[in-house]
């Protein structure tokens, strides 16, 4: 029976730089997946490209597949399927086809999976009688519309099934259901019809399991302690089998653990209504899914039920949403609680004489118990604490001015106040999340494979 | 006798509504969680940080529940003001809670 190996090498955008790398070199891995879309990210990326219509990609990616040359050839091969693409798919591709070309590897394949992106089609779409209704309230979008930044439909498994079928050997996507990352290589390698919602479902379980890192072995778990070695902590790697069976587990030498618990936690990170963990390529139910130690790190899941994929795709739409900053200070004690609340006190009175309201801010004094303000008992004494304030408003002004209120305790504050360092702290510009649902034939994914030679001779990029 | 002893769990974000799962050490205590870990009880210990509703659904398979809490985030990941916005340490905080007195412990005796 034939069975693939498939690891993930980054949970988000900020993981480990060396995870992919060790993962290639420990894994004996057919496919390496690489998840970096975080909610937010696409947002971030949106910006990025508004700037420039060159960026808008994971900037890190092409880094990691030069490091990653040494196993895209030979006998078996590594393939790479990612969603580094972010906002710009071709834009990436190409800059990895350059790499790849001026290293020596022109012949390499790659491939761009774009149609995600339905901003350029916004208006269009809006005035074809497109709601977009929130996906939890059912507003209408109408009051934001003209605040929206970015549009993204998350795609399926198709678009990188049909690019590796073409042959590519590096997948690039845009926004995709992180778990078609994984079931994109099953629907190549096996003969699985686009039916068989079972399998389908298996596939998706296994994706969902290892789409963030180390979270399935050993990172994040709740029963941590020091002999689960987490600092060689090995990536997460799935086997599928044409029978749609899955074991997860990690390379042999590598610290963490993958038993029953770990991989239970990560089943449940993260979802909703587990009979229907919906993803364009099926609608799953987690509800009944077993987990079987079958050896040292090796995890079988059984029993994951498919049902026909959902008519619409999740659509995440960002929109403007005023400015935000935080900026801290530390407060030593004795009496560092009553110092800190003083401080607060003293911001708000110089910010109201100012003339200055923001329309919402926090102060936070952590280290006392105030991560979750009320849940945890706060400390009657602690010896140091860090005070945090956070500002939101519509404008930047307004943001930027109350933040500068956290240095000038310092000298003005009650004493032992300290470790402003790092500079001023600044507004960003905040882009709310605003997800909705679109029916599937409004979406037209395409699929662009060339050589890493013809991508750096692509005019057209 | 605090959660944790019989549960382990993880929670995560989704837009401004966290999720909880909470997975029995044996198999044995499904039953139990299932009687005591309650949306209206999970609700009030929640309740200083607002949430506007706690839904719960079950995994009999990996004898798990898992909870939603919605709204939970003050805005979640883009714009929360707390330092915790996306909910990652919420699932900790539940295992300390100290499960009302009102229970049978022979339906804990592990097999």
């Known amino acids: ?461 | 006798m605090r959660l944790k002893e019989i549960a382990h769990a993880r929670s995560g974000d989704k837009g401004n509504h966290a999720n909880i799962g909470v997975i029995a050490r044996d198999p044995s205590y499904y039953d139990f969680l299932c009687r005591e870990v309650t949306e209206v009880r999970v609700a009030e210990y929640f309740a200083p940080l607002n949430p506007r509703s706690v839904k719960r659904f079950l995994l009999p398979g990996i004898h798990a529940l898992n909870f939603m809490l919605y709204d939970i985030l003050a805005g979640g990941a883009c714009k929360s003001l707390r330092i915790d916005s996306q909910g990652k340490t919420l699932a900790l905080a539940l295992l300390e809670w100290e499960i009302p007195a009102a229970y049978d412990e022979s339906a804990l005796i592990s097999p």
């Open chain 1, 1 to 461: 029976m034939k069975t693939i190996r498939i690891g993930n090498g980054a949970g988000f955008w900020g993981d480990h730089p060396d995870a992919p790398l060790r993962l290639a070199e420990q894994g004996d891995l057919n496919f390496l997946t690489l998840e970096y879309l975080a909610e937010l990210t696409m947002s971030i990326l949106a910006q990025q490209k508004s700037h420039d219509e060159n960026a808008g990609y994971v900037t890190d990616f092409p880094e990691v597949v030069y490091r990653l040359a040494p196993w895209l050839s030979g006998p078996s091969p590594l393939k790479i399927v990612t969603n580094a693409g972010g906002m710009n798919p071709l834009r990436c591709a190409y800059t990895v086809g350059k790499l790849l070309a001026s290293s020596g590897l022109g012949d390499i394949s790659i491939a761009a999976v774009s149609g995600d992106d339905i901003f350029p089609s916004w208006n269009s779409l809006l005035a074809d009688g497109e709601t977009f209704p929130h996906l939890d309230t059912g507003e209408s979008i109408a009051n934001i519309q003209h605040l929206v930044v970015s549009a993204n439909v998350y795609l399926g498994a198709a678009g990188i099934a049909s690019a590796l079928d073409l042959g590519a050997d590096i997948v690039v996507t845009g926004r995709i259901a992180d778990a078609s990352l994984t079931v994109g290589p099953a629907m190549h390698a096996f003969d699985w019809s686009w039916s068989d919602w079972n399998r389908l479902a298996a596939a998706t379980v296994a994706g969902h399991l290892i789409e963030c890192g180390a979270q399935m072995t050993g990172g994040m778990f709740s029963d941590w302690n020091e002999t689960l070695s987490l600092g060689d902590v090995g990536y997460p790697i799935a086997e599928l089998s044409d029978d749609g069976s899955v074991v997860v587990t990690k390379p042999a030498a590598s610290g963490g653990a993958v038993t029953v618990a770990t991989v239970s936690e990560q089943l449940v990170y993260e979802i909703g209504d587990p009979e229907h963990y919906l993803t364009p390529d099926v609608d799953v139910d987690f509800s009944h899914v077993r987990l079987e130690q079958i050896g040292d790190d090796r995890v079988a899941v059984h029993d994951a039920r498919g049902n026909p994929a959902p008519p619409t795709l999740k659509t995440s739409i960002s929109y403007q949403d005023g400015y935000l900053g935080s900026g801290t200070i530390v407060i030593t004690g004795p009496d560092a609680i009553n110092k800190a609340q003083a401080c607060a006190a003293a911001m708000q009175q110089k910010l109201n004489a100012a003339g200055v309201f923001p329309q919402r801010w926090n102060v936070e004094y952590l280290g006392a118990g105030d991560v979750l303000p009320g849940i945890v008992p706060r400390a009657v004494d602690p010896p140091e604490i860090v005070l945090r304030m956070t500002i939101h408003d519509k404008t930047r002004a307004v943001v930027d001015r109350s933040l500068r209120e956290l240095v000038p305790l310092v000298t003005s504050g009650p004493p032992g106040v300290t470790g402003y360092v790092g500079g001023r702290a600044k507004a960003r510009r905040v882009l709310s999340y605003w997800p909705s649902l679109i029916a599937r034939d409004r979406v037209s994914p395409t699929v662009e494979v060339r050589t890493a030679t013809e991508w750096c001779d692509g005019e057209d990029l």
